[in-house]
């Protein structure tokens, strides 16, 4: 590629294997070896999911805390864990992200129990953050390990939920087709009160064809029958949380945006992509840009569901600016101009297999290699 003075890399993570942060470096590291002279400006972005506070933290004008609190696993027997999120004290505000608390990769893989998880820790989490001051929490809803509605969210801020016969319910997946009544009398005031923006990094609803249970549900280790049940739970879920349940990603995180919208009072759901996006003020840097790479680790028919690469595309299209996508993987039929890419460039070889490709330093490897081959070209 030739002219090209200034490259904006904006790109979400790679999943379970390099930080935003650490992909830029990578191209940065790439363009030294081959392009004398072009700078490399590295934007951290996200859409909710995994990389959100720290994108979020970077886009503060001023200095915040990272704090951490500890919190129930998704899985109820597994070890508690150690959450991290921000507090940006000058706005009483805490960034945080649900996958910290209740993210898939908190579980092993052979202890994924989809019916039984739940969001309990993402609740204690933020009330972590209610207790020391924050009126305004700022949620990311990528990554969940969960399919609960947020019921465990709204029991750990003091909800409580009842079967026919009057019995308490464990907040999880499995029991939403039991709910009968809600109980909100114990929410504390201090939480009623707090604003609450949800990062949504998709649009579904929470049911249906594209719903929670359908789509995402899968992915989480559930088998068809386990996703009927969930589904028919969802339904039922449905019955309390009124319009809640139809808006454009109230499926996040299990229907985590849609129990929390349907039952706190100052809850709304954004598309986290643009928003933290505004945060970095990528626009202003793209403006400036001969040329945009983003990417994800796989990139497939959910990234125009609101995922990062598109919303960063969508600012290169404004100024002009050509917008190449790289990734881990790439599925098959994925068109790159219906995305709003120039072009997609698959980073790992064909021929590598998938646990050595997820390795930090082949990941890094591959990444500069693409990237001389696509600055060369």
Request: glycine residues 12%.
């Amino acid at each position: 590629m030739k002219n090209v003075k200034r490259i904006v890399v904006a790109s979400d993570s790679f999943k379970g294997c390099l930080s935003s942060r650490e992909i830029a470096q990578a191209v940065e590291q790439a363009v030294a070896t081959c392009c004398a002279g072009v700078v490399v400006d590295g934007v951290v972005v996200a859409d909710g999911g995994e990389g959100s506070v720290e994108a979020l933290a970077a886009g503060c004008d001023k200095p915040v805390q990272w704090v951490s609190c500890r919190v129930d696993a998704p899985v109820r027997d597994l070890p508690q864990v150690e959450a991290r999120y921000v507090i940006d004290h000058a706005g009483a505000t805490a960034f945080m992200e649900l996958a910290a608390a209740s993210g898939l990769p908190l579980v092993p893989r052979d202890r994924r129990d989809i019916i039984h998880a739940s969001t309990l820790g993402t609740g204690q989490m933020i009330l972590d953050a209610v207790e020391r001051g924050c009126r305004h929490i700022v949620l990311g809803l990528g990554g969940s390990a969960t399919c609960d509605g947020g019921m465990g969210v709204m029991a750990a801020l003091g909800a409580e939920f009842f079967d026919a016969e009057e019995h308490h319910l464990y907040p999880c997946a499995g029991n939403l087709g039991k709910i009968n009544a809600i109980n909100l009398e114990g929410v504390a005031d201090a939480v009623s009160l707090t604003r609450f923006t949800l990062l949504a990094d998709v649009d579904n609803p929470l049911c249906g064809p594209r719903g929670a249970a359908r789509v995402f549900a899968p992915q989480k280790g559930a088998s068809p029958e386990q996703v009927e049940h969930l589904e028919q739970g969802m339904l039922n879920y449905a019955r309390f949380l009124g319009d809640a349940a139809r808006v454009a990603g109230a499926g996040a995180a299990g229907g985590v945006a849609a129990g929390m919208v349907g039952l706190l009072p100052h809850c709304s759901i954004v598309k986290g992509a643009p928003y933290i996006i505004g945060k970095a003020r990528l626009s202003q840097r793209v403006s400036e840009a001969d040329l945009v790479i983003t990417g994800e680790g796989r990139i497939d028919g959910q990234t125009a569901m609101g995922k990062a690469p598109q919303a960063v595309a969508a600012v290169a299209r404004q100024y002009g600016v050509p917008v190449v996508a790289i990734c881990g993987s790439l599925a098959p039929g994925v068109d790159a101009a219906a995305l709003g890419f120039d072009s997609i460039v698959p980073v790992t070889p064909a021929d590598m297999p998938l646990e050595a490709a997820i390795d930090k330093n082949m990941a890094r490897q591959n990444i500069c290699r693409a990237i001389r081959a696509m600055l060369s070209s």
